[in-house]
């Protein structure tokens, strides 16, 4: 039956998670230091954000909040999704989307405190529970795939190496899309909210 399907990868899904436990570890401590980084020192590639905040604003203006929402999924996906297959090329694309995520936000952080005072991070903090892991997951994802050639041994690569990438996807169907799809509709309703 169908749900014996989803459960019994569901459970692979989560079975996996302990394989990547150290790579999700690492991106979650470079992700938060980059991101302290940029929140002290928001001074790096200054007009680069700005135009990519006002490109950004451009391009949903005028989206209702269904509209925006789905926008807000549909790019946490891609993002996502890219971070982890681009990871198999050792693993640089991954530790890429840490830096320029974590540098951003930090960047992003220090110019909202400096306008709305330092309670407005909590406003980041309910869509970012979701977000925040699901993106280091797909990044942790991506760097153990990456890695792959310098860490597995064992005889019969290809069979192992497609087991890996099996495992990878179903954390990325199971656990990652639906936790980017509930902060995509919280960030929704906050965006909604204040508009």
Same mark, same amino acid.
Request: aromatic share 18%; hydrophobic share 60%.
């Given at each position: =039956?169908?749900?014996?399907?989803?459960?019994?990868?569901? !459970?692979?899904?989560? &079975?996996?998670?302990?394989?990547?436990?150290?790579?999700?570890? %690492?991106?979650? +401590?470079?992700?938060?230091?980059?991101?302290? %980084?940029?929140?002290?020192?928001?001074?790096?590639?200054?007009?680069?954000? @700005?135009?990519?905040?006002?490109?950004? +604003?451009?391009?949903?203006?005028?989206?209702?909040?269904?509209?925006?929402?789905?926008?807000?999924?549909?790019?946490?996906?891609?993002?996502?999704?890219?971070?982890? +297959?681009?990871?198999?090329?050792?693993?640089?694309? =991954?530790?890429?989307? +840490?830096?320029?995520?974590?540098?951003?936000?930090?960047?992003?952080?220090?110019?909202?405190?400096?306008?709305?005072?330092? !309670?407005?991070? $909590? @406003?980041?903090? =309910?869509?970012?529970?979701?977000?925040? =892991?699901?993106?280091?997951?797909?990044?942790?994802? /991506?760097?153990?795939?990456?890695?792959?050639?310098?860490?597995? @041994?064992?005889? &019969?690569?290809?069979?192992?190496? @497609?087991? $890996?990438? !099996?495992?990878?996807?179903?954390? %990325?169907?199971?656990?990652?899309?639906?936790?980017?799809?509930?902060?995509?509709?919280?960030? /929704?309703? !906050?965006?909604?909210?204040?508009?």
């Amino acid at each position: =039956p169908q749900h014996n399907f989803i459960y019994k990868n569901f !459970l692979d899904a989560i &079975n996996y998670l302990k394989e990547v436990k150290i790579h999700f570890l %690492f991106s979650l +401590i470079l992700f938060f230091a980059i991101g302290l %980084f940029g929140f002290i020192f928001p001074i790096f590639f200054v007009e680069q954000i @700005r135009e990519f905040i006002q490109e950004l +604003i451009a391009l949903t203006a005028g989206m209702s909040s269904f509209e925006l929402t789905l926008f807000i999924i549909y790019n946490n996906i891609k993002s996502a999704f890219f971070a982890m +297959i681009f990871g198999i090329a050792f693993g640089i694309l =991954p530790i890429a989307v +840490i830096i320029l995520n974590g540098y951003i936000l930090g960047f992003i952080s220090n110019k909202t405190v400096a306008v709305e005072g330092i !309670l407005i991070l $909590w @406003r980041l903090l =309910p869509h970012g529970i979701f977000e925040i =892991p699901a993106v280091l997951l797909s990044t942790a994802l /991506g760097m153990k795939l990456g890695l792959f050639l310098f860490t597995y @041994r064992g005889k &019969n690569k290809f069979k192992e190496f @497609r087991k $890996w990438l !099996l495992n990878a996807f179903k954390v %990325f169907i199971f656990i990652i899309i639906p936790l980017l799809v509930f902060a995509g509709i919280i960030e /929704g309703i !906050l965006i909604a909210m204040v508009s």
